[in-house]
């Protein structure tokens, strides 16, 4: 069993160094400034001011409704805000969706957003295609690209690649999310609890691909699972109320008494 274990972990390293290797190195990073969300009256995000550097694995965490997901919102361009979001060198607040996808922006929702109908290989390629000009875009590819083999594999979905995506277990359908961003070539990955519903292999799988995936994009993670969050995490940010109550290490975020006091150690685990 030991040795199957061993040589299960020894192909997923191989998996994703192949990953790391398509990266590129990119001196891309989020700059958030002044950042202020209300709806109605009600501030839901108040004058924040977050640096994410390329390399570096963020985890935002924080109670419910403490502004995490608004934050990811604006910066995709799904709610209104002021201040000023950059990422590598582009303004994102103000612009439509789309127009954020294609400045290498892609993010996730807690419940995967794959077409459910089309195969697993289709989506990707529906992905893959989004940069195309739009008469490209439309047109089926006779092959599946080399880039998307290799996604496959990374994202252990090879032998699902004909199967529609609505019949994955939950797992899966978050690893072809994620697939998808990186066949869209997104440099900022937003994902929104990633690993919500998945078995402990499942866990550990998502994280060592995120792990590799972060050292040359800039990812940011919403998450409350903690026990993940103390496995995978390079930094924390840590929202409360729509502000900054405390940034830094893992060790440190757990050594912080007012962190503890108003999250850690409330329950919400």
Same mark, same amino acid.
């Given at each position: 069993?030991?040795?199957?274990?061993?040589?299960?972990?020894?192909?997923?390293?191989?998996?994703?160094?192949?990953?790391?290797?398509?990266?590129?190195?990119?001196?891309?990073?989020?700059?958030?400034?002044?950042?202020?969300?209300?709806?109605?009256?009600?501030?839901a995000v108040k004058d924040i001011d977050?640096?994410?550097?390329?390399?570096?694995?963020?985890?935002?965490?924080?109670?419910?409704?403490?502004?995490?997901?608004?934050?990811?919102?604006?910066?995709?361009?799904?709610?209104?805000?002021?201040?000023?979001?950059?990422?590598?060198?582009?303004?994102?607040?103000?612009? @439509?969706?789309?127009?954020?996808?294609?400045?290498?922006?892609?993010?996730?929702?807690?419940?995967?957003?794959?077409?459910?109908?089309?195969?697993?290989?289709?989506?990707?390629?529906?992905?893959?295609?989004?940069? @195309?000009?739009?008469?490209?875009?439309?047109?089926?590819?006779?092959?599946?690209?080399?880039?998307?083999?290799?996604?496959?594999?990374?994202?252990?979905?090879?032998?699902?690649?004909?199967?529609?995506?609505?019949?994955?277990?939950?797992? @899966?359908?978050?690893?072809?999310?994620?697939?998808?961003?990186?066949?869209?070539?997104?440099?900022?990955?937003?994902?929104?609890?990633?690993?919500?519903?998945?078995?402990?292999?499942?866990?550990?799988?998502?994280?060592?691909?995120?792990?590799?995936?972060?050292?040359?994009?800039?990812?940011?993670?919403?998450?409350?699972?903690?026990?993940?969050m103390r496995q995978f995490a390079d930094?924390?940010?840590?929202?409360?109320?729509?502000?900054?109550?405390?940034?830094?290490?893992?060790?440190?975020?757990?050594?912080?008494?007012?962190?503890?006091?108003?999250?850690?150690?409330?329950?919400?685990?």
């Amino acid at each position: 069993m030991k040795d199957e274990l061993a040589e299960e972990r020894r192909k997923l390293d191989e998996q994703i160094a192949a990953l790391g290797e398509k990266g590129g190195a990119w001196n891309d990073y989020l700059e958030i400034r002044g950042l202020h969300v209300e709806f109605d009256g009600f501030v839901a995000v108040k004058d924040i001011d977050l640096t994410v550097m390329h390399g570096d694995l963020r985890f935002l965490i924080g109670p419910n409704g403490a502004g995490k997901t608004t934050i990811i919102d604006a910066i995709t361009g799904l709610v209104p805000a002021t201040g000023s979001a950059m990422f590598g060198g582009e303004q994102l607040l103000g612009r @439509k969706p789309n127009d954020i996808v294609k400045l290498g922006v892609g993010r996730t929702f807690q419940t995967a957003s794959v077409v459910e109908e089309l195969s697993v290989v289709r989506n990707l390629q529906i992905a893959e295609g989004f940069r @195309k000009k739009t008469r490209e875009f439309f047109k089926r590819p006779d092959t599946v690209s080399q880039n998307l083999l290799d996604l496959m594999d990374i994202c252990n979905l090879t032998e699902d690649a004909d199967k529609p995506a609505g019949i994955l277990p939950h797992g @899966k359908k978050q690893w072809l999310e994620i697939g998808m961003l990186l066949a869209q070539d997104a440099h900022l990955l937003l994902l929104d609890e990633p690993v919500a519903g998945m078995t402990p292999a499942e866990r550990q799988a998502t994280g060592e691909l995120l792990r590799r995936v972060s050292r040359n994009r800039t990812v940011i993670i919403v998450e409350h699972d903690m026990e993940f969050m103390r496995q995978f995490a390079d930094s924390v940010t840590v929202l409360n109320q729509g502000q900054i109550l405390a940034e830094g290490s893992v060790e440190e975020i757990q050594n912080n008494e007012e962190v503890v006091r108003i999250y850690l150690g409330g329950g919400d685990q």
